[in-house]
Structures are given as C-alpha cells and as structure tokens.
C-alpha cells in the first residue's frame, strides 16, 4: 500500500498564492507518475496537473496553465503544486494521486493511489 498525505490547503483572496505538498509513503517500488485533481462542490473530480517520473514532462489542464506548477523530489517522494493567480473558481478539495505505469496521464483511471485532499477555499 502506498499513502498520500497532502498539505498546504487553506483560505486566500483571489490573486494570492498557494503551494499544496503531497508526500508519498509505504510500498513504493518502482518510478511512478503524480497528478493533482481537484473536486468542487456540487461538480466531478477534475484533472488539474500531472508530472512524468523523471520530472520532464508536465501536463496541465487549460484552466490552470499558465498559474499553476507542479514539480516533484523523488528523493522525498514529495510532488508540489504552486498555484498563484488564484481565482474563486479554483475552489476545491485538492487531491494528489500516484500511478505505477510510466509516463504521464491526465485520467484518473489510470491512478492508483489517492490522497484524502486539502481544501482549497479563494475568496474574491
């Protein structure tokens, strides 16, 4: 089993910053994929970011390109998402998750383990 714990969530006004953490624990093996997905309320789970193993390739959705940057330690296990411009619709619980298969994925089938989130509350 692996465990996601992320950290850094909480209340800021909109075009203030943010950087969710997430640490990974137990059974890791072999290199992996992170992502970050985010749910609002009343809505579905969303891809918001992704990163390659080997940390060269990033993927982000157009909601957020451009504020938003995700960046990994694989010494730590640890997978970071800057946020800055924060707008209220960015309003979420913030999921970070981890995929065995190489590569990178914004679909969350294609993830295995998942973190409990942290909320993200941007006030305008």
């Known amino acids: 089993q692996v465990q996601l714990v992320e950290s850094g969530g909480g209340l800021v006004q909109a075009g203030g910053s943010l950087t969710l953490s997430c640490a990974a624990s137990?059974?890791?093996?072999?290199?992996?994929?992170m992502g970050w997905f985010r749910q609002a309320p009343g809505k579905e789970r969303e891809f918001v970011a992704a990163i390659k193993w080997s940390g060269d390739s990033t993927d982000y959705a157009d909601s957020v390109k451009g504020r938003f940057t995700i960046s990994r330690d694989n010494a730590k296990n640890t997978v970071a998402l800057q946020m800055n411009n924060l707008k209220p619709e960015d309003t979420a619980v913030y999921y970070c998750?981890?995929?065995?298969?190489?590569?990178?994925?914004?679909?969350?089938?294609?993830?295995?383990?998942w973190g409990q989130g942290t909320q993200v509350t941007v006030a305008s």
């Open positions: 137990g059974r890791i093996f072999s290199s992996y994929k």
């Open positions: 998750a981890v995929g065995w298969a190489v590569g990178i994925s914004t679909r969350q089938k294609e993830y295995d383990y």
